[in-house]
């Protein structure tokens, strides 16, 4: 079919070569301007020794690691919150949706001015209920960089991993609680032996859409810390947009991206088995 | 012929047309607004302390700018200590007074909507007696 | 029915519970939002503590500064056509691959393996190869070079492939019987029928244009041509924190999203679960 043919050509130029072209970079040392020479493995060997990509990659799996389930447990409790039988849920569910789908950019310029140390609201509230003695310099801070932005990203995702879950609930028979409240099981056995065994496609689908973004969230580190203070808030697609785009490192910048995308594909498989590949089972494309 | 009108009628109706009609609405009203009042003229009175106004005071006025040292325009008070700038565009400016004699007016700032809008300076300038 | 009477009546008590936990979530999900516009409509020195919570002096001359300082209108254009191009090439090029794929033609599995696959592939681990290939095609600092990734959502397919199976084979026979090429029964019957489709997919290209903010910034190096995410963050990196003026810059970048969000909420959410897999 003609008709099938443009789209699989936009993905071959912008998905597919540059994959294997990507591949083959990793393996030469080229920044742009000078000639394009093929050091074999000695990116890879350099990637292993250098500690900013250790830092990165350990900075991306807290992203995901300490990011994603605290999402996803709030976004439970919000789901079953706003799933209940009360006047004005839709109102609710639209605000607390509505973080997402803004401008990355525009919330991360919000949230640094939050975080300000001299006039920020956070420093100012947890001051005047007297947590604090001393203002915090949260995005200055080695200590408090990472957590500060995790918490922002949180904040962005949240809604989103609420509404799928809410229609992971809303699709469980409602016979199973009448059937069980029969039983005499109480809510507490209803919600562990109902509610989370059926909500588990949602809940991978959540954890996978939670590993991606860590993986390849750019634009919250970018406007708010670019990285820093140190490298403490440096993530993977940072360090590979430096070092192609500032450093001009282009085979190095490669060979990171190699291993991002192994790693991902890794541990997507990962937590698609541990879902017996049922992730999303859920048929949401209605 | 009527079932054009109901046509019109329905699209009317629907809340994305609404929406960007009276955001197109509001633009236009605006950009007929800023047309007959960008003559960048400002207006202004200088008074003393009585509230009497001030001949020929020398008025002092400055684009603020982020950045770089503006030229100042001057202009004098007529015979009832009104006075007037013409083609002035700054979007922000300094405003001030003097006359040999008083003190100098403070030094008040004003923000414009637009460039070149005729503005009437709300309070005026006071100058006080003496050196 | 008793017992589901006695059950509500029982539940009063608890819904004023579970409202005030909600407000208190909504509160923290809209107070940021709040203190961006309280920001940007402060009259005074934005940097005074203790902080005010209503704005004092409010006004809108942080907007006009925006107008005047930067230039915004040109960002505006430039994300605008940015959108336009993709939102019109996702609906063309999506609803033809959806049509092609209800039907059974050689190699069918083998591009249905390269759409899934290509959804496994972040964008994110090709920017240098496509900068790379951007550049060969002579289209960094353009609008169709920024455009061009996302030319096609790859879940859109599906969303109109889904939506074109739903449509009674019977219609579609009887104009292939009448002589109408496949163009045009796209364009004339299989189209109006999928209007839900049609809005997802025009939800989400907006939504991945508007937002999109790493290709942008490796692309384009030509102030004139930058988008208002690229304009924002450049902004920022001038001028910091220092002034309002970022704050009702930041409000006219996510204005449009809101507004489209509150415009159509059911099938913006929708939209987005359907994209939860992002292609």
């Known amino acids: 079919m003609e008709y099938d043919l443009p789209v699989p050509c936009v993905f071959a130029v912008y998905r597919i070569i540059p994959m294997f072209w990507n591949l083959l970079l990793s393996f030469k040392k080229w920044n742009f301007l000078s000639a394009n020479i093929w050091v074999g493995l000695k990116n890879y060997n350099m990637m292993i020794k250098d500690p900013v990509f250790w830092e990165s990659f350990r900075n991306t799996v807290i992203y995901f690691a300490a990011g994603s389930p605290t999402a996803i447990i709030f976004a439970i409790l919000m789901a079953l919150l706003v799933n209940q039988n009360i006047r004005g849920r839709n109102t609710y569910r639209s605000i607390i949706f509505l973080p997402y789908p803004l401008t990355t950019v525009a919330i991360g310029i919000i949230w640094k001015w939050l975080y300000n140390e001299k006039v920020g609201l956070i420093n100012y509230v947890l001051r005047s209920l007297g947590i604090i003695d001393k203002n915090i310099p949260f995005l200055d801070s080695f200590n408090w960089a990472l957590p500060s932005v995790i918490i922002t990203s949180i904040w962005q995702v949240v809604g989103f991993f609420m509404i799928i879950i809410l229609t992971g609930l809303q699709s469980i028979p409602e016979q199973l609680y009448e059937a069980a409240e029969l039983d005499g099981a109480s809510p507490r056995k209803r919600f562990y032996y109902i509610t989370l065994p059926l909500l588990k496609p949602s809940i991978f689908l959540c954890f996978i859409i939670g590993i991606i973004n860590s993986f390849t969230m750019f634009d919250l580190v970018y406007v708010m810390t670019n990285g820093g203070p140190g490298h403490s808030t440096e993530i993977l697609v940072s360090y590979i947009y430096k070092n192609a785009f500032t450093f001009s490192r282009i085979g190095y910048a490669a060979a990171i991206t190699v291993f991002l995308f192994l790693f991902l594909l890794f541990i997507t498989s990962i937590v698609n088995k541990f879902s017996g590949e049922e992730a999303g089972g859920v048929n949401y494309y209605e | 012929m009527k079932f054009k009108v109901n046509m019109v009628l329905k699209y009317l109706k629907n809340r994305f047309v609404i929406t960007f009609l009276s955001i197109g609405l509001i633009i236009g009203i605006w950009s007929i607004y800023v047309q007959y009042n960008n003559d960048g003229i400002i207006t202004g009175k200088v008074v003393d302390e009585t509230g009497k106004g001030i001949p020929n005071a020398t008025v002092i006025i400055v684009e603020e700018l982020s950045g770089g040292i503006q030229e100042p325009l001057t202009t004098r008070t007529d015979g009832k200590g009104n006075f007037t700038f013409k083609d002035i565009d700054y979007i922000e400016f300094i405003i001030s007074a003097k006359k040999s004699g008083y003190t100098a007016s403070d030094k008040i700032r004003y923000h414009l909507y637009f460039k070149r809008e005729n503005f009437k300076i709300p309070k005026p300038l006071v100058l006080k007696k003496g050196s | ?279």
């Open chain 3, 1 to 279: 029915m008793n017992r589901i009477h006695k059950k509500y009546f029982n539940n009063s008590g608890r819904n004023i519970f579970v409202h005030l936990v909600l407000i208190l979530i909504s509160f923290v999900m809209l107070v940021p939002l709040y203190w961006l516009v309280k920001t940007s409509l402060t009259g005074e020195n934005i940097y005074i503590y203790p902080p005010s919570l209503i704005p004092k002096n409010p006004n809108l001359y942080n907007f006009v500064d925006v107008y005047y300082w930067i230039p915004f209108a040109r960002y505006f254009l430039n994300s605008t056509i940015v959108s336009v191009i993709v939102v019109i090439s996702n609906i063309i090029f999506n609803s033809m691959a959806g049509f092609a794929l209800c039907r059974s033609f050689p190699g069918k599995k083998a591009i249905i393996l390269v759409y899934l696959g290509s959804i496994m592939i972040p964008f994110q681990t090709t920017i240098i190869p496509a900068f790379l290939i951007t550049k060969r095609l002579g289209l960094l600092n353009t609008h169709l070079g920024m455009a061009l990734p996302l030319f096609s959502i790859i879940i859109c397919i599906f969303v109109f492939k889904n939506s074109f199976e739903a449509i009674p084979s019977s219609l579609i026979d009887s104009a292939r019987i009448d002589g109408l090429p496949d163009w045009k029964m796209i364009y004339k019957i299989t189209l109006p029928l999928s209007k839900p489709a049609i809005a997802t997919n025009v939800i989400l290209s907006f939504l991945y244009s508007w937002n999109s903010f790493l290709w942008p910034l490796i692309i384009i190096r030509d102030r004139n041509m930058q988008t208002l995410p690229l304009g924002l963050s450049r902004f920022f990196s001038y001028f910091e924190q220092s002034s309002g003026q970022i704050y009702a810059f930041s409000i006219l970048v996510v204005a449009p999203v809101i507004l489209v969000f509150l415009l159509s909420q059911k099938s913006f959410i929708g939209s987005m679960l359907s994209g939860a897999v992002k292609g």
